[in-house]
């Protein structure tokens, strides 16, 4: 009996030593960058939101888990020149019509599963909270060396950002803005 109390102990041990244990990772938000573009008929426009934090769980060197939350009070527009419209655009983005920051000056991300595609990269999905309203969105996740990147579209609609969708508003000609707006995400942690 004491041979077996002193083998079940030993298994316990040597099975825990061979776990691996979550391991949080907090991105540099300095560092770490989300640019965007928006599209409409007649062109488009990009810039950058920062994050306000963030973490990747990874067990070992496998990704097990990640969120994140992103300043949208930080939004630019990278295309347009001080005085020429950038500061107009960057107001309206600001404003109801678009993300609503005075009420919503947050938005995040929560990964809720994730599957490897082998080589370091992972599918990804995750619940993204814009104004308020939480939904899923899905994308690929490549892991470097104290990097991870993706780029995803989010159709703006789902997230009750209307404002010049053809979707919804009928004889917009060439102000019609598209739906979708995509997302480039640099990680740096």
């Known amino acids: ?11 316990i041990v040597a099975a825990g030593t061979f776990t691996a244990t979550a391991q949080n990772k907090k991105i540099n938000v300095d560092k770490s960058k989300i640019t965007w573009v ?4 007649t062109g488009q426009h990009d ?8 973490t990747l769980v990874f067990e070992g060197k496998k990704l097990k888990g990640g969120s994140f939350e992103v300043d949208m009070t ?8 001080a005085g020429k419209g950038k500061e107009k655009l960057e107001g309206h983005l600001k404003a109801d019509d678009f993300f609503g920051v005075d009420r ?5 991300l929560e990964f809720k599963t ?9 599918t990804v999905t995750a619940d993204l909270t814009i ?36 979707s919804f ?5 060439d102000k019609a803005i598209n739906d979708d707006f995509e997302l480039t995400v640099v990680l740096v942690y």
């Open 47 to 54: 810039g950058t939101i920062n994050f306000s934090s963030g």
């Open 114 to 122: 994730i599957a490897s595609k082998g080589s370091d990269v992972y």
């Open 131 to 166: 104004k308020g309203k939480k939904l899923p969105v899905t994308f690929d996740l490549a892991i470097g060396d104290g990097t991870a990147r993706t780029s995803f579209k989010v159709d703006r609609t789902k997230y009750g950002i209307e404002y010049g969708s053809g």
């Open 38 to 41: 928006g599209k409409k008929v």
């Open 74 to 81: 930080s939004i630019t527009v990278a295309d347009l020149q």
């Open 104 to 108: 919503h000056p947050s938005s995040t």
């Open 1 to 11: 009996m004491k041979n077996l109390k002193t083998i079940a102990l030993a298994f």
């Open 169 to 173: 508003f009928d004889s917009l000609g």
